[in-house]
Every structure is written in structure tokens, then in C-alpha cells.
């Protein structure tokens, strides 16, 4: 193994959102995670132990606000960035509520993406 691969875990239950994100990543060297609920959270982060997290707001069971603050609150994992994705227009409020290091608007772009994974990952 050359570099060592970032790895990200990205929470969606939005199948065609997650294919989409992880064809880009993928293409650029991450190792992609991807779940449809955010049950057992900690156990499942505890796992992957990855060095970002993207966090839809609508996710099962408990929703994005709730599944962030139970990272945020885990002294192994609170570390970890999150990235709050959502299509609410109220996503800034959201992500802050939540205790998330940034957000992103869906839709978004490559470049978006991009962007505001490498300002969470300079933190």
C-alpha cells in the first residue's frame, strides 16, 4: 500500500445520492461506507473509524440532528468531522443545531463537495 486511503461514511437513505457520491469518491481514492439509517451508530463508526462523515438530515431512524450529537458526544469519535447534507433551506441552522463542522445544500456539485470535505479535513 502506497498513501494511506481516507476513508468516509456517508448516511443516506436516498440509493441514487449514494451511488452518486460513491462513484466520485471513489474515483478519488476514498474508501466509501454507506448506510441507509443511522442505527448503532457509534458501533458502526467505532468500526470504520473514519476520517469524515457525511450525515443527511432525514436518515432512519433517529434523523441527522440526533445521530450527530450521539458522535459528537462520544469521546472516541467527537473528532471525527460531520458534514450535515440536506435539501432543507434551513440546512446552516440544522447542521449548527446538530453540532456538525459543516454542511453542504442538496444538490450540490463536484466542486462543492470537494470543498467543503477539504475545509473539515484542514480542521
Same mark, same amino acid.
Given at each position: 500500500? +502506497?498513501?494511506?486511503?481516507?476513508?468516509?461514511?456517508?448516511?443516506?437513505?436516498?440509493? /441514487?445520492?449514494?451511488?452518486?457520491?460513491?462513484?466520485?469518491?471513489?474515483?478519488?481514492?476514498?474508501?466509501?461506507?454507506?448506510?441507509?439509517?443511522?442505527?448503532?451508530?457509534?458501533?458502526?463508526?467505532?468500526?470504520?473509524?473514519? /476520517?469524515?462523515?457525511?450525515? /443527511? +438530515?432525514?436518515?432512519?431512524?433517529?434523523?441527522?440532528?440526533?445521530?450527530?450529537?450521539?458522535?459528537?458526544?462520544?469521546?472516541?469519535?467527537?473528532?471525527?468531522?460531520?458534514?450535515?447534507?440536506?435539501?432543507?433551506?434551513?440546512?446552516?441552522?440544522?447542521?449548527?443545531?446538530?453540532?456538525?463542522?459543516?454542511?453542504?445544500?442538496?444538490?450540490?456539485?463536484?466542486?462543492?463537495?470537494?470543498?467543503?470535505?477539504?475545509?473539515?479535513?484542514?480542521?
Amino acid at each position: 500500500m +502506497n498513501k494511506s486511503t481516507k476513508k468516509i461514511v456517508i448516511f443516506d437513505d436516498d440509493e /441514487d445520492i449514494l451511488s452518486i457520491c460513491v462513484y466520485i469518491l471513489e474515483e478519488q481514492d476514498w474508501e466509501v461506507h454507506t448506510f441507509t439509517n443511522c442505527n448503532n451508530i457509534i458501533e458502526r463508526i467505532n468500526d470504520i473509524k473514519p /476520517d469524515v462523515i457525511l450525515m /443527511d +438530515n432525514w436518515i432512519p431512524d433517529e434523523g441527522g440532528i440526533i445521530a450527530t450529537q450521539t458522535l459528537k458526544k462520544d469521546a472516541e469519535l467527537q473528532n471525527i468531522p460531520v458534514i450535515y447534507f440536506s435539501a432543507n433551506s434551513d440546512i446552516q441552522i440544522l447542521a449548527e443545531h446538530a453540532g456538525a463542522d459543516g454542511y453542504l445544500a442538496k444538490p450540490f456539485d463536484l466542486e462543492e463537495l470537494d470543498r467543503v470535505i477539504g475545509t473539515v479535513l484542514v480542521k
